[in-house]
């Protein structure tokens, strides 16, 4: 069964940084697009960031660009979010995805993890 598995989220201080990891099982982190999403407490998931199959291309969130990266390896079956300069407003659980299309919608996204819980201390 194909899964995505988050780590890395943490409890750290504003400016802080933190690295997300997404581990997927079998081929699924090969040929898909990637996506990160997070949901803050009381709100509705938002999208992160997402990168191409190929890792050529990348997207952001307006509120995180210039502060995340959005990478993979795909010889590990891996991708990352790279968090740098957090800030209180970043707390949220962040969700990786993998789908067909690197858009910022959650339909687009056919598989996810459960999610990692990232909380930013002012």
């Known amino acids: 069964q194909v899964q995505l598995v988050e780590s890395g989220g943490g409890l750290v201080q504003a400016g802080d940084s933190l690295r997300l990891s997404c581990a997927a099982s079998?081929?699924?982190?090969?040929?898909?697009?990637m996506g990160w999403f997070r949901q803050a407490p009381g709100k509705e998931r938002e999208f992160v960031a997402s990168?191409?199959?190929?890792?050529?291309?990348?997207y952001y969130a307006d509120s995180v660009k210039g502060r995340f990266t959005i990478s993979r390896d795909n010889a590990k079956n891996t991708g990352y979010l790279q968090m740098n300069s957090l800030k209180p407003e970043d707390t949220a659980v962040y969700y990786c995805?993998?789908?067909?299309?690197?858009?910022?919608?959650?339909?687009?996204?056919?598989?996810w993890g459960r999610g990692t819980q990232v909380t930013v201390s002012s």
């Open positions: 990168i191409t199959s190929s890792g050529l291309i990348t």
């Open positions: 079998g081929r699924t982190g090969i040929n898909s697009v």
């Open positions: 995805a993998a789908g067909n299309s690197p858009g910022r919608f959650e339909s687009l996204y056919a598989l």
